[in-house]
T-cell receptor, first 114, second 120 residues
Framework: AQSVTQLGSHVSVSEGALVLLRCNYSSSVPPYLFWYVQYPNQGLQLLLKYTSAATLVKGINGFEAEFKKSETSFHLTKPSAHMSDAAEYFCAVSEASRDDKIIFGKGTRLHILP | EADIYQTPRYLVIGTGKKITLECSQTMGHDKMYWYQQDPGMELHLIHYSYGVNSTEKGDLSSESTVSRIRTEHFPLTLESARPSHTSQYLC???????????????????FGAGSRLTVL
């Protein structure tokens, strides 16, 4: 069975500082991994996805994530936080199989301090 | 520019009322989904559809019902709303997956902006 754990329901960083949002997954078959972002009063928007090609995945707005199979992790990073990055971030996992099911984490709310 | 539209965005109603949350997409996607979102919780799948006249219940039990009479339209209905139904409801869609070198492609969801329902 698949599962996703996001460490930290709230993360605060100063503007210009490194952003690191943690995600660990479990999956019995090769996984697909996603990060979605949700801005206030909006739906979720795909930030980036890992589909078994390059382990370092680049997404929109300067975000990237690295798939580490040995650590079962898919942490999201951005070198320099911007005020506009304040949002909720969801990690999700699905399988490279016929099963369409997508499992979402509980989300991490990112606060940017001026 | 949204390709999947939800109305109403906000709804406050009294207990016992019937409500319908509308969801339409212009991308021609076969698959559509309804998720329930509560603060600090995972998104829970409550309904999904793989095409016209196809509807299935998701992982989270819900008293709501859905219909899929047209590809682009996937409304959710509550016959008698209760305070326990207060939540945010997110509609999503995705295109059919293809298989390549033995692996199915990733299922990427496009979400609407959500309908926030408050039942008094």
């Amino acid at each position: 069975a698949q599962s996703v754990t996001q460490l930290g329901s709230h993360v605060s960083v100063s503007e210009g500082a490194l952003v690191l949002l943690r995600c660990n997954y479990s999956s019995s078959v090769p996984p697909y991994l996603f990060w979605y972002v949700q801005y206030p009063n909006q739906g979720l928007q795909l930030l980036l996805k890992y589909t078994s090609a390059a382990t370092l995945v680049k997404g929109i707005n300067g975000f990237e994530a690295e798939f580490k199979k040995s650590e079962t992790s898919f942490h999201l990073t951005k070198p320099s936080a911007h005020m506009s990055d304040a949002a909720e971030y969801f990690c999700a996992v699905s399988e490279a199989s016929r099963d369409d099911k997508i499992i979402f984490g509980k989300g991490t709310r990112l606060h940017i301090l001026p | 520019e949204a390709d999947i539209y939800q109305t109403p965005r906000y709804l406050v109603i009294g207990t016992g009322k019937k409500i319908t949350l509308e969801c339409s997409q212009t991308m021609g996607h076969d698959k559509m989904y309804w998720y329930q979102q509560d603060p600090g919780m995972e998104l829970h799948l409550i309904h999904y559809s793989y095409g016209v006249n196809s509807t299935e219940k998701g992982d989270l039990s819900s008293e709501s019902t859905v219909s899929r009479i047209r590809t682009e339209h996937f409304p959710l209905t509550l016959e008698s709303a209760r305070p326990s139904h207060t939540s945010q409801y997110l509609c999503a869609s995705s295109e059919s997956r293809t298989i390549l070198m033995g692996y199915w492609g990733a299922n990427v969801l496009t979400f609407g902006a959500g309908s926030r329902l408050t039942v008094l």
